[in-house]
């Protein structure tokens, strides 16, 4: 089998996360995608980041059905998590299939820097993901080859424009998210109160009587006083 990796702190998940896997298991003719939310990345802090338990529910309420494996694999790995870390595993789980690390194009410049990519490269196919606006694709496989030394698999994506940060400061601030997050999702986030604090009501009650500019205003004056 074409097994794809798709990992990310899904902090929430969003449309824009399904709309990927769901592009790239089509154009890259995967059969299964393995959805890993990550655990405490050697790369990024933590301080924003919700209870992993919330995170796998999230993504088992997002990616559903035989297509979609929901992994607590890096989760339940104690430390720092890398990637590395990660694939050694799959192929111990997954020997006979072929394995592809999915990825944005931006991160797949900076893998020569990845702690110990050349190891990576040995169990894995990249699978980039890139749009005609960002890097050039005669880019991206000159450093392919010329660098890393391996083929990549390059997808041409249009990309769903949402992001979980974009996600969590709306939900923070009281606004409708329910063009970016899916229904099921959105229903467990407010059900457990997820991405909220005690001054939620009072940004709900400023969000609701104060336009964009003095919303933002308003917040910023918080923040200063504080």
């Not at 196919?125 to 749009?131: D, L, S």
Request: with cysteine; glycine share 4%; net charge negative.
């Amino acid at each position: 089998m074409r097994i794809g990796i798709y990992g990310g702190a899904f902090n929430p998940v969003h449309k824009g996360h399904i709309k990927l896997a769901e592009e790239i298991k089509d154009k890259a003719h995967l059969d299964k995608i393995i959805i890993m939310p990550s655990g405490i990345s050697p790369h990024k802090s933590s301080g924003q980041l919700i209870d992993s338990y919330h995170r796998i529910k999230m993504c088992e309420l997002a990616f559903q059905g035989e297509d979609y494996i929901v992994s607590d694999l890096e989760i339940k790995r104690e430390g720092k998590s890398y990637t590395v870390d990660t694939v050694r595993e799959l192929k111990k789980i997954y020997p006979e299939d072929e394995l592809f690390l999915i990825m944005g194009s931006d991160m797949l410049l900076s893998f020569h820097k990845w702690y110990l990519y050349e190891e990576i490269l040995t169990y894995v196919t990249i699978c980039a993901t890139t749009r005609q606006e960002d890097i050039s694709l005669d880019e991206l496989k000159s450093y392919s080859s010329e660098v890393l030394k391996k083929d990549t698999l390059i997808i041409d994506f249009e990309p769903f424009e949402c992001s979980s940060t974009k996600v969590r400061n709306a939900l923070v601030s009281g606004e409708d998210v329910s063009s970016m997050v899916p229904y099921k999702v959105l229903t467990y986030i407010n059900k457990n109160a997820l991405y909220t604090d005690r001054y939620t009501p009072v940004r709900q009650l400023l969000r609701s009587r104060l336009d964009d500019y003095r919303y933002i205003h308003s917040l910023n004056v918080a923040d200063s006083a504080r």
